[in-house]
Nanobody, 118 residues
Framework: QVQFVESGGGLVQPGGSLRLSCAAS????????MGWYRQTLGKQRELVAA???????TYVDSVQGRFTISRDNAKNTVYLQMNSLKPEDTAVYYC??????????WGWGQGTRVTVSS
């Protein structure tokens, strides 16, 4: 059973920054591509950032240049540094496999809520 514990969310003003953390069970972070997803009410989860086990990163256009995904294999933890936050970044953020089919098979943690508002 794969487990994820996301943390670091909160309320931040537009233009502010947050750093999300995700502690994963086992050694999956060093083995698989990992990603951060976000979901708002009534919408599907969107993959916003991914990192391969080789360290290559990809981002959805809306966060390119503002978000940075990284991982610490020794701590089995994935991070998402979010800068220049916008109200449209408001969502619940989840980490999981970078592959959506694998993410679906692993199941989801509770996520961490990010609210960007003045």
């Amino acid at each position: 059973q794969v487990q994820f514990v996301e943390s670091g969310g909160g309320l931040v003003q537009p233009g502010g920054s947050l750093r999300l953390s995700c502690a994963a069970s086992g050694s999956i972070v060093s083995t698989y591509a990992m990603g951060w997803y976000r979901q708002t009410l009534g919408k599907q989860r969107e993959l916003v950032a991914a990192i391969t086990n080789g360290g290559a990163t990809t981002y959805v256009d809306s966060v390119q240049g503002r978000f940075t995904i990284s991982r610490d294999n020794a701590k089995n933890t994935v991070y998402l540094q979010m800068n220049s936050l916008k109200p449209e970044d408001t969502a619940v953020y989840y980490c999981n496999a970078g592959s959506r089919p694998r993410a679906t098979s692993w199941g989801w943690g509770q996520g961490t809520r990010v609210t960007v508002s003045s």
